[in-house]
Each structure stands twice: as structure tokens, then as C-alpha cells.
């Protein structure tokens, strides 16, 4: 127990302490949520009441610290629960906590590189329904890899960031030709990102194994998807998206107790993407569309798992890098509320929802908010908050 006063069911308690960036008073810090709170971790280091070989002095994003490894990821951790737990730090501890509404949240890691997988057979099952109706809906390819492109970093940003509609070249069904202009077919994916570490050397390649060797910690993403402009461009490249992230980088020692068995997998998969110990995260996203919940994706029932991702992100030798982020892909689940995109959502436009103010809609519209949210397990009856991703479409600029 902490001896700062919290709710029983507080999901930001000692059982969970996401990572973050911010700024207070003009600097620039890291830090861990408790409650209501955000305790400086750099001003801790300062005051040598925390050994992260310097790391959180004066930083302001992750990356020092992550690029540590685990041992010093879990000697940081074990040392704020006691900092925060026992009561003879009180007094050296209670200056450094910050309220939330005077920190401003940054993105909390230097994105180094960014990939984004197609790990939920329903969303690509639903998704090839819509767009090769007279085709099997699933590729060939996809039940023996985790299907993923390379996006630019650039373009990953914090929850709360203005998103700004998109323009590019689309092309009508009934066109000739493509014409440019605002995408009309704006739309979400809700995933979760992991953030990695520990970077490789070049030729390396990480075992299913070795994914809490390198991961740290796992954050909420929405991928800013433009339908159309996606549907033209990605003939047969990937398109260039915008993400959004949380502020929040839970732990991954945070979500023990969420471990559940993965799906089975048939036909069975190549050696290198084999796993001992099969698991995946129980972890539940909430879709907001407004002030109305859309949807519940569930996250244990995607096919391909986190370690199995990074498995195949470095089977030929590609090297990590701290700070690179990989997202699982859109997050949907077997029944129609819990899909993690409006494009299922709406099957593919034709089938308008109605939100709770009387609206309808088939894609974003100006002035519309989507905010994702997550819980997860925790122990002994604790649940684990991933605080929120969220973003306000702006017209095209």
C-alpha cells in the first residue's frame, strides 16, 4: 500500500506506474504516474534517491533510461514502489509529486523507427470481406507471418495533438482518372504499441523468446487511416499514415497478472516464429466516437503476438533501435461492437451508426473527437489503467 491516499480501485496505484515525458514550470522531465500525480524521476536521481546511472537526471524523453536494459528498468521500478510505499520517504518524496493538471504530457520516447502489423484475423477477415468480396478474405501469406509495413516516425504524435484532415490523390470507382483533394473517408484503427528498449546489433535477430529482453512497455495507438487515399496509394506499396499515441508507457512487469494463453494457430508456424511460453495480454480497449462508445476490442484475440512480431521484425537481421515503436494493428474481436475500426464499424460506409446526440456517421467528420481507452487486469483484483489516446479532427489546411 502506498502512503499517498488513493482509491482501492485507483488503475494509476502502485501496481501499475506508467512512464511518461512532461513539462512543469518551463523544464522538461520524466516521470511515473501515482494516482493523481506525477513523481518526477529526474529530480529523484538528483536528490540520490534513485540509481538509474544518471539516465533521468535532466532528460527529457525515455530513451535514456530504456536503452538500459532490464536490469536497471527493474531496479528503477522495485526502488519507487518502495519510495512510495515506505513511509520513511514521505518527506523526501511528497515535493517531487506534481499534480496532474500542472504537468503538460509530451510524447514520453524519441520515436525511432515505426512499424505497424495486421495481427487480428477478424480485422483482415472483415476487412477482406469489404474490399475482395468474391475472393477468400484472408491472403495467402497471412497465417504463416505477421504482415506489417514501415511508416515514418515523423508522423507518431501525443494523445491530444490536433489532427488536421488529410489531402492526396483519390481515385472514384466510377473515375477516369485520380483528382486531389480532403480525404471523406477519414477513419480510426485502435492498437496498442510496444516500445522498445534494448536496442540489437545489425544481423541480430531476437528470439520469440527474447521480447522482454527488448520491450519495455506497451501504450495505447490510434492509426489515423485515410480510406480512400489509402486505397489508391497503397496499389501495391504502403501508404503514409499519421499515429497517435498515449502519454502513458505501462510496464510491462505491470501486466503479470494480464497474461492469458494466445489463439491457436493452424496451420502451424515456421521455427523462428515458434513460441515456448504462448502468450498474449488481456488487455480491453474502448473506442469514444464523441461522447459515445463505438466499440470494446478485446486484444487476446490477435492471432499473432507481440514476441512473435518483433520475431519476424528481425529475422533478417534488421537491428533495433531504442525508442522503435510497433504497433499490433487494428484490434478487433468475433462480434461486430468490439471492432477497432469504423470501416468495420460501418461495413465499409454502408451502414451508417447512430451516436448517442441523434447523429449519424460513416466516417470522421470535421470537429469529431475519438478517444481510445484500455484496462487490463492487475493483481489481486487491481485493474491497470492505460489512460487515453484522443484526437480532434481539424478541416484540411
Known amino acids: 500500500m502506498t502512503w499517498l491516499e488513493l482509491a482501492d480501485d485507483d488503475p494509476f496505484g502502485i501496481h501499475n506506474l506508467p512512464y511518461c515525458a512532461f513539462i512543469t514550470r518551463g523544464r522538461g522531465a520524466v516521470g511515473v504516474r501515482i494516482g493523481g500525480y506525477v513523481l518526477n524521476l529526474g529530480a529523484a536521481e538528483d536528490l540520490d534517491l534513485i540509481d538509474a546511472r544518471g539516465t533521468l537526471k535532466g532528460a527529457a524523453v525515455l530513451n535514456p533510461l530504456l536503452a538500459q536494459g532490464r536490469p536497471i528498468w527493474r531496479a ?11 513511509a520513511g520517504h514521505r518527506d523526501d518524496v511528497e515535493p517531487l509529486l506534481i499534480p ?65 484532415r488529410p489531402c492526396g490523390q483519390r481515385m472514384p470507382r466510377d473515375a477516369a482518372a485520380p483528382s486531389y483533394g480532403p480525404s471523406t473517408r477519414l477513419d480510426i484503427e485502435a492498437e496498442l504499441g510496444f516500445v522498445v528498449g534494448r536496442p540489437t546489433e ?10 522482454r529482453r527488448h520491450v519495455f512497455g506497451v501504450v495505447l495507438v490510434n492509426d489515423w487511416s485515410a480510406r480512400d487515399i489509402q486505397a489508391w496509394e497503397y496499389q501495391p506499396l504502403g501508404p503514409f499514415l ?19 494463453p494466445a489463439p491457436v494457430q493452424e496451420p502451424p508456424v515456421l521455427g523462428y516464429l515458434r513460441e515456448v511460453d504462448r502468450y498474449t495480454y488481456d488487455i480491453n480497449l474502448e473506442v469514444w466516437w464523441n461522447n459515445t462508445v463505438a466499440s470494446r476490442p478485446p486484444f487476446r484475440t490477435l492471432y499473432w503476438t507481440p514476441a512473435q512480431q518483433l520475431a519476424h521484425m528481425t529475422v533478417n537481421g534488421a537491428r533495433l533501435r531504442t525508442g522503435d515503436l510497433y504497433a499490433s494493428g487494428t484490434v478487433s474481436g468475433p462480434l461486430p461492437d468490439q471492432v477497432g475500426s469504423f470501416l468495420e464499424l460501418t461495413r465499409g460506409g454502408t451502414q451508417p451508426v447512430t451516436l448517442d446526440d441523434g447523429s449519424t456517421r460513416t466516417f470522421l467528420e470535421d470537429g469529431d473527437t ?28
Open 370 to 397: 475519438v478517444t481510445i481507452t484500455a484496462t487490463a487486469p492487475g493483481p489481486d483484483g487491481s485493474v491497470v489503467g492505460f489512460g487515453q489516446v484522443t484526437g480532434n479532427i481539424h478541416p484540411a489546411s
Open 242 to 260: 499519421g499515429k497517435s499515441i498515449s502519454p502513458w508507457i505501462v510496464p510491462l512487469d505491470a501486466l503479470e497478472a494480464a497474461r492469458v
Open 100 to 164: 496532474l493538471d500542472e504537468a503538460r504530457l509530451k510524447l514520453p520516447v524519441e520515436v525511432a523507427d515505426y512499424v505497424d502489423f495486421y495481427s487480428s484475423e477478424h480485422h483482415a477477415s472483415n476487412v477482406g470481406r469489404i474490399f475482395r468480396p468474391d475472393q477468400p478474405p484472408l491472403l495467402p501469406n497471412w497465417k504463416h507471418l505477421p504482415v506489417a509495413y514501415h511508416g515514418r516516425a515523423g508522423t507518431v504524435v501525443v494523445s491530444g495533438t490536433t489532427v488536421v
Open 202 to 211: 545489425l544481423g541480430d535477430r531476437v528470439p520469440t523468446g527474447g521480447f
Open 76 to 86: 528503477v521500478r522495485d526502488r519507487t514502489v518502495e519510495l512510495l510505499t515506505q
